[in-house]
Nanobody, 124 residues
Framework: QVQLVESGGGLVQDGGSLRLSCATS???????????VGWHRQAPGKERELIAA??????????YYKDSVKGRFTISRDNSAKTVFLQMDNLNTEDTAVYYC????????????WGQGTQVTVSS
């Protein structure tokens, strides 16, 4: 059974940083033919969007990023810990949302397994 648990959300000022963690179980990391983990977010009144994703396989991969976060967010993984991170720098108020990690067959989705979400609030 695949499970994902997010942590690291909170309140931060405009321009600040946060690091989100997605602890997984039931996924295989570091071998070929594995899956992908993506970070999504949903702001109030908006649709949920994929903002960053990375395969769980062994190859080095810089990750997929939505244009709005490119250059500010960095996705990474710790294969031994089966954890995926999202380093978020230079945050702004438009980054305020509930952030979810999810597991799917590939970086582009579809994503089948979801965590419960963690709130990120950026104050001006």
């Amino acid at each position: 059974q695949v499970q994902l648990v997010e942590s690291g959300g909170g309140l931060v000022q405009d321009g600040g940083s946060l690091r989100l963690s997605c602890a997984t179980s039931g996924l295989t990391f570091g071998t070929y033919g594995t899956m992908a983990v993506g970070w999504h977010r949903q702001a109030p009144g908006k649709e949920r969007e994929l903002i960053a994703a990375i395969p769980t396989g062994p190859m080095t991969y810089q990750g997929y990023y939505k244009d709005s976060v490119k250059g500010r967010f960095t996705i990474s993984r710790d294969n031994s810990a089966k954890t995926v991170f999202l380093q978020m720098d230079n945050l702004n108020t438009e980054d305020t949302a509930v952030y979810y990690c999810a597991a799917g067959q590939r970086v582009g989705g579809p994503y089948k397994h979801w965590g419960q979400g963690t709130q990120v609030t950026v104050s001006s």
